[in-house]
């Protein structure tokens, strides 16, 4: 089975091409940090152990159209995070089969191409990601570049409710045109 390469970002923001890829994925919705969402990334982590391919979880976040074009760096600020769709992942080899007993539980493989991104990488806590999607926003500003697809996160760092995240390395991402 091919190994699958640790994602990487630099500290200051850049252009890459990312290919096309296959991932396991649960959906929901509202603010990051709810019991739905650490429920969710607890089913996940339980059926990509299962499978043998722990990795990343990463996410990508989305508003519903009717909120309007959001630019990268006001993503989180702008409209009420209830309202945040999301969908946490972890990356598969590509010619993975779920075995039954997960694909009976919903669980679905979810391929996904994301092309042209800006990122960067952010060190620290989660509340403190505003001032590096600034950053990323006013690069590709400067670039003519506009968000095209959902934000995305990849978590570097093992997480859940009580981790200090002050040594958090979390990769930001948005796909642009």
Same mark, same amino acid.
């Given at each position: 089975?091919?190994? /699958?390469?640790?994602?990487? %970002?630099?500290?200051?923001?850049?252009?890459?091409?990312? *290919?096309?890829?296959?991932?396991?994925?649960?959906?929901?919705?509202?603010?990051?940090?709810?019991?739905?969402?650490?429920?969710?990334?607890?089913?996940?982590? %339980?059926?990509?152990?299962?499978?043998?391919?722990?990795?990343? /979880?990463?996410?990508?976040?989305?508003?519903?159209?009717?909120?309007?074009?959001?630019?990268?760096? *006001?993503?989180?600020?702008?409209?009420?995070?209830?309202?945040?769709?999301?969908?946490?992942?972890?990356?598969?080899?590509?010619?993975? #089969?779920?075995?039954?007993?997960? %694909?009976?539980?919903?669980?679905?493989?979810?391929?996904?191409?994301?092309?042209?991104?800006?990122?960067?990488?952010?060190?620290?806590?989660? %509340?403190?990601?505003? #001032?590096?999607?600034?950053?990323?926003?006013?690069?590709?500003?400067?670039?003519?570049?506009?968000?095209?697809?959902?934000?995305?996160?990849?978590?570097?760092?093992?997480?859940?409710?009580?981790?200090?995240?002050?040594?958090?390395?979390?990769?930001?991402? *948005?796909?642009?045109?």
């Amino acid at each position: 089975m091919p190994l /699958i390469t640790q994602p990487t %970002a630099a500290d200051e923001p850049d252009i890459a091409t990312i *290919d096309a890829a296959t991932f396991l994925p649960v959906s929901g919705h509202g603010s990051p940090g709810t019991d739905e969402f650490y429920a969710s990334k607890e089913k996940l982590s %339980a059926a990509v152990q299962q499978l043998g391919h722990p990795g990343p /979880i990463e996410i990508l976040y989305w508003f519903d159209p009717e909120h309007g074009d959001i630019g990268i760096a *006001d993503f989180y600020w702008t409209i009420p995070l209830e309202h945040l769709r999301w969908r946490m992942l972890v990356r598969m080899p590509d010619d993975i #089969e779920l075995p039954e007993e997960l %694909a009976s539980t919903g669980l679905v493989l979810f391929p996904y191409t994301e092309g042209k991104v800006v990122q960067i990488m952010h060190h620290g806590p989660f %509340a403190g990601e505003d #001032e590096t999607m600034k950053r990323l926003g006013a690069y590709a500003d400067a670039h003519g570049l506009r968000r095209r697809g959902p934000h995305h996160e990849i978590h570097l760092d093992t997480f859940d409710r009580t981790s200090p995240q002050d040594g958090f390395r979390t990769i930001l991402r *948005d796909p642009v045109a």
